[in-house]
């Protein structure tokens, strides 16, 4: 299927559905899931503060980190379907559909919005 035709009929089952669909996978989708499966350890906004945080050694990542974001979607794929070793990071493939796993990331990219810092303003003359 030509790019365009892609791109028009996702653009209409937007539209038609009400829902955001990317080629990375839904976003809602995979809030449902994080909520349910990662939430624990990750944390509600992908900090690695979740409750069973303090006590997994390392501490879980933060999805929201630097380091975290400049991964490509291949890797953090790779990471949620094989987990990474020496962590308490499972693997999801065996739970997870691809489809699922990808929601999942749509999620965690969704969670990373960059603000710049406030300027300080400048010092009074006197």
Request: charged share 20%.
């Amino acid at each position: 299927m030509p790019q365009f035709a892609l791109t028009l009929v996702l653009a209409i089952a937007c539209i038609l559905t009400g829902r955001v669909v990317t080629a990375a996978g839904s976003p809602e989708q995979g809030r449902v899931i994080y909520m349910e499966r990662c939430v624990i350890c990750h944390g509600p906004q992908g900090r690695g503060d979740g409750p069973e945080a303090a006590f997994l050694s390392p501490r879980p990542a933060s999805l929201i980190s630097a380091a975290t974001s400049v991964k490509s979607d291949a890797e953090l794929l790779e990471t949620i379907a094989n987990g990474k070793p020496r962590t308490s990071m499972a693997a999801w493939k065996d739970v997870l559909t691809e489809e699922q796993q990808r929601d999942v990331l749509a999620y965690i990219r969704s969670l990373i919005q960059f603000q710049p810092k406030p300027l300080t303003p400048p010092p009074d003359a006197k």
